[in-house]
């Protein structure tokens, strides 16, 4: 993603330790312990049963908006790492 600019980020319900784990082959920082509160902060689909939030992903524009969002209560439908640097690179092209 730095190769056009961008930045990514992730979260996670998880525990320091367990977040630091996943985070270790990654090459973006993965902050941990969200709480449902978080979730409902950025909108976010919050599971009781097992006290997660399901995948939230959103592009954001460098002015803070919006410009799309996924959400997913499984492994389909969760943005794909080439699918955000061409629609990035297309709303480049159209500016």
Not at 21 to 49: C, H, K, N, Q
Not at 56 to 76: K, M, N, R
Not at 82 to 87: A, E, G, L, S, Y
């Amino acid at each position: 993603m730095r190769e056009i600019g961008a930045s990514v980020y992730a979260a996670s319900v998880d525990a320091e330790d367990k977040a630091t784990e996943i985070a270790e082959p990654l090459s973006y920082p993965v902050g941990f312990g969200l709480t449902r509160d978080d979730a409902d902060s950025i909108g976010a689909w919050w599971e009781e049963r097992r006290g997660i939030f399901h995948a939230t992903e959103f592009i954001l524009a460098q002015d803070g908006t919006v410009v799309s969002s996924t959400y997913s209560s499984g492994p389909i439908g969760r943005m794909d790492p080439q699918d955000v640097i061409k629609m990035i690179n297309f709303r480049e092209s159209q500016k």
